[in-house]
């Protein structure tokens, strides 16, 4: 970071500034500018289109480019051959003299990019207008690609009313069973049993009037 820090200095027009950074060009595939050979991930670009971003100081250029070669260091990579961000160890440039590292703060959100999500507009009522509901909970279930079919949901009603004997049914929203309830799917969401919460969203609750 302190050589790539070191290349953003402006130096007069003709100096070399992997010279001065002191890394290393490596001849491109498809296009002339060289790549660092110490970057684990190069990309080769054609430049597109060049917007700038203003007159005033820090305005800069923002440059829009087609990927059209890429190079991926092999440790780098995870068993399928994916790019594995836990081995990239990446950095992003923040502003002034500022950086972060994502190191140890990654976390994964499934994206529903192999089928379409139902959507939360899907999710039963009750749910979606319950007190403190998270919009990750939401979102979650609604990344889920249909709703429960009718067996599963009469099995998570029973399952629920094994555990919860003493509670009152039919369950109306803002009740207490409802709360109950709730609190349950949040456990399973949380815990990862997503097929199951979502079943159990679906037991029937009925409107609080």
């Given at each position: 970071?302190?050589?790539?820090?070191l290349a953003s200095a402006e130096y007069p027009s003709?100096?070399?500034?992997?010279?001065k950074a002191g890394l290393t060009a490596l001849p491109s595939k498809r296009v002339q500018p060289p790549r660092v050979a110490e970057s684990p991930v190069q990309f080769e670009c054609k430049v597109l289109e060049v917007?700038?971003?203003?007159?005033n100081g820090g305005a800069g250029n923002l440059v829009i480019c087609e990927v059209i070669y890429a190079h991926l260091a092999e440790d780098v990579l995870d068993a399928n051959g994916v790019p594995d961000p836990r081995a990239l160890d990446p950095v992003a440039?923040?502003?002034?003299?500022?950086?972060?590292?994502?190191?140890?703060?990654?976390?994964?959100?499934?994206?529903?990019n192999r089928h379409c999500g139902m959507g939360v507009d899907a999710l039963p009522a009750w749910l979606q207008q319950q007190p403190g509901v998270p919009g990750n909970l939401l979102g979650r279930l609604g990344n889920l690609s249909a709703?429960?079919?009718?067996?599963?949901?009469?099995?998570?009603?029973?399952?629920?009313?094994?555990?919860?004997?003493?509670?009152?049914?039919?369950?109306?929203?803002?009740?207490?069973?409802?709360?109950?309830?709730?609190?349950?799917?949040?456990?399973l969401?949380?815990?990862g049993?997503?097929?199951?919460?979502?079943?159990?969203?679906?037991?029937?609750v009925g409107d609080a009037s």
């Open positions: 970071m302190e050589q790539v820090s003709g100096v070399n500034e992997f010279t917007k700038p971003l203003g007159q440039r923040l502003g002034g003299d500022w950086y972060s590292r994502a190191a140890g703060a990654l976390f994964e959100v499934p994206k529903p709703p429960p079919d009718a067996s599963k949901i009469l099995e998570a009603q029973e399952r629920f009313r094994a555990l919860h004997p003493q509670g009152s049914f039919p369950l109306k929203a803002g009740d207490a069973g409802c709360t109950v309830l709730f609190q349950q799917i949040l456990h969401v949380e815990k049993a997503l097929d199951e919460a979502l079943a159990l969203a679906f037991v029937p």
